[in-house]
């Protein structure tokens, strides 16, 4: 069972295009990560969210934190190449020692 | 700084075969863990630790071992080894716990294939 859907699962835009990642659950989390990973490496953390409702803005990239703490967004602004990868949310849920990740988005930008 | 050091890159085994994927982390973090990634699964825990001396089981652990004597090493082993077990697995590491939002810090991954 997957705790966290990620919509869509593959994107392919032209550079300068603007997108959407979406991250859904069931559950309630007490905080929520974002990690990108590029081919053969390990994901690495760009942003944690932790208040319902929270925007965090990391240069064109664009994080929200669902007011119920159950889902998340990932907006990306005028695309670049660079920002191909996978995208990765991550949730843990209250008193949790663990992160339980979401099902992936694949980006590909293409110049 | 080295960071969270895994080894092997790449392994092959034939069903039934054992080993051990080590995991090597230079940060004096507390909390280690083992994922595995499969294409459209993102990444599922198998196994994490706290501390020394203290592990426990995540979403997929049957099949593997893991034991942490020493703060800096995690290994997973693999007891008999199955084609499921084909996958990429990652080794990460967190500063006291991931319960208050902590970064986890990422190996780069060990490709496994069982034949």
């Known amino acids: 069972t997957q705790l966290l859907e990620q919509s869509p699962q593959f994107l392919s835009i032209q550079e300068g295009e603007n997108l959407t990642v979406y991250c859904n659950s069931s559950?309630?989390?007490?905080?929520l990560q974002w990690y990108r990973q590029e081919p053969g490496e390990g994901p690495v953390l760009l942003v944690t969210?932790?208040?319902?409702?929270e925007v965090k803005k990391l240069k064109r990239l664009t994080f929200q934190f669902g007011d119920a703490r159950k889902d998340s967004s990932l907006h990306i602004t005028a695309a670049q190449p660079g920002d191909t990868g996978l995208y990765l949310c991550?949730?843990?849920?209250?008193?949790?020692?663990?992160?339980?990740f979401g099902t992936g988005t694949r980006l590909t930008v293409i110049p | 700084n080295a960071g969270v050091t895994q080894t092997p890159k790449f392994q092959v085994l034939k069903t039934g075969q054992s080993m051990t994927l080590q995991c090597a982390q230079d940060?004096?973090?507390?909390?280690m863990s083992w994922y595995r990634q499969d294409p459209g699964m993102g990444l599922r825990l198998i196994h994490y630790?706290?501390?020394?001396?203290?592990?426990d089981q995540g979403e997929v652990p049957n099949g593997y071992n893991v034991s942490r004597s020493t703060t800096e090493d995690f290994p997973l082993r693999l007891l008999s080894a199955a084609p499921s077990q084909t996958s990429v697995y990652f080794c990460?590491?967190?500063?006291?716990?991931?319960?208050?939002?902590?970064?986890?810090?990422f190996g780069e991954g060990s490709r496994l294939t069982v034949l």
């Open positions: 990460a590491s967190s500063y006291a716990g991931t319960r208050w939002g902590g970064e986890l810090f």
């Open positions: 559950s309630v989390f007490s905080s």
């Open positions: 969210v932790v208040t319902g409702g």
């Open positions: 991550a949730g843990r849920q209250t008193g949790a020692n663990n992160l339980f």
């Open positions: 940060m004096n973090h507390e909390y």
């Open positions: 630790s706290v501390g020394a001396g203290i592990t």
